[in-house]
Nanobody, 124 residues
């Protein structure tokens, strides 16, 4: 059974950094694009960053460009999201998701399988 588990969330001061991890099991990881999304209560789920199955293509949301970096290690079935220069508006629950094949728009509707999420709080 496909499973995605996020880790690495927490509380950090503005300007700080966190690295999120998404570890997968139960499927052939190298066939899947992986995305990171975030959501506030009552808000739409927002695409943060997505990476192709081979890692050669990445997409970033406008609000995180230049601050966040997505990467993957297919040997470890893990995708990382390095988040630098964090801002209070980055506060949200962060989810990773998987889709077989390609993700063209880094949009939530392209993804079928989701993790449970990890909370990121940026506050002084």
């Amino acid at each position: 059974q496909l499973q995605l588990v996020e880790s690495g969330g927490g509380s950090v001061q503005p300007g700080g950094s966190l690295r999120l991890s998404c570890t997968a099991s139960g499927f052939t990881f190298g066939y899947y694009a992986i995305g990171w999304f975030r959501q506030l209560p009552g808000k739409e789920r927002e695409g943060v960053s997505c990476i192709s199955n081979s890692g050669d293509r990445t997409v970033y949301g406008d609000s995180v460009k230049g601050r966040f970096t997505i990467s993957r290690d297919n040997a470890k079935n893990t995708v990382y999201l390095q988040m630098n220069t964090l801002k209070p508006e980055d506060t949200a629950a962060y989810y990773c998701a998987a889709t077989i094949g390609r993700s063209y728009y880094c949009a939530s509707y392209e993804y079928e399988d989701w993790g449970q999420g990890t909370q990121v709080t940026v506050s002084s």
